[in-house]
T-cell receptor
Framework: DAGVIQSPRHEVTEMGQEVTLRCKPI?????LFWYRQTMMRGLELLIY????????DSGMPEDRFSAKMPNASFSTLKIQPSEPRDSAVYFC????????????FGSGTQLSVL | QKEVEQNSGPLSVPEGAIASLNCTYS??????FFWYRQYSGKSPELIMS????GDKEDGRFTAQLNKASQYVSLLIRDSQPSDSATYLC?????????FGRGTSLIVHP
């Protein structure tokens, strides 16, 4: 398996623009997580899906953020409108729900909002 | 108070020494505990998991868990320069892992 695939690797945009981040989890995994990492706050959970259903979105900062998982092999995280404080590395991770819950991370998307 | 606490470091050790990384957590209902390694500019990767009190060894790595004290540690024996990275402690309850901010480890030759 190719692992968790994220795109794009880098995104530079201007304040107010819409940003869409994409993720393909590992085939067979039924849990998907979106995390955001900054120097100040570390790795923060944004949203957790299980079997394509959002289970916990308490980490989504505000209404500007939305996430979808239309099927088991694809998820998106959208920011509209983007702001400079959204600049961070966004990671998608997947796992197989059960006792272990070991996360496998994608390469991340480095987002810069100017 | 953050749920998972780690000293940000950096922790600097000479090559060949034992590096000791520590983590405390606040949720007594936590069920699983993980150590991830993150090289600069890369994504976290799992190196150890531990679920019950005591020690768990895997090669040069030993994870230690004390649920009564809400304390998890990672020992790296015979540290190598290639071990230089940020080590993230993660604690899971109800299927959602919560991460500490990580400890930066520097192994100097």
């Amino acid at each position: 398996d190719a692992g968790v695939i994220q795109s794009p690797r880098h995104e530079v945009t201007e304040m107010g623009q819409e940003v869409t981040l994409r993720c393909k989890p590992i085939s067979g995994h039924n849990s998907l997580f979106w995390y955001r990492q900054t120097m100040m706050r570390g790795l923060e959970l944004l949203i957790y899906f299980n079997n394509n259903v959002p289970i916990d979105d308490s980490g989504m900062p505000e209404d500007r953020f939305s996430a979808k998982m239309p099927n088991a092999s694809f998820s998106t995280l959208k920011i509209q409108p983007s702001e400079p404080r959204d600049s961070a590395v966004y990671f998608c991770a997947s796992s197989l729900a059960g006792k272990d819950e070991k996360l496998f991370f994608g390469s991340g998307t480095q987002l810069s909002v100017l | 108070q953050k749920e998972v606490e780690q000293n940000s470091g950096p922790l600097s050790v000479p090559e060949g020494a034992i590096a000791s990384l520590n983590c405390t957590y606040s949720d007594r209902g936590s069920q699983s505990f993980f150590w991830y390694r993150q090289y600069s500019g890369k994504s976290p990767e799992l190196i150890m998991s531990i679920y019950s009190n005591g020690d768990k060894e895997d090669g040069r790595f030993t994870a230690q868990l004390n649920k009564a004290s809400q304390y998890v540690s990672l020992l790296i024996r015979d540290s190598q320069p290639s071990d230089s990275a940020t080590y993230l402690c993660a604690v899971r309850r109800s299927y959602i892992p919560t991460f500490g901010r990580g400890t930066s480890l520097i192994v100097h030759p």
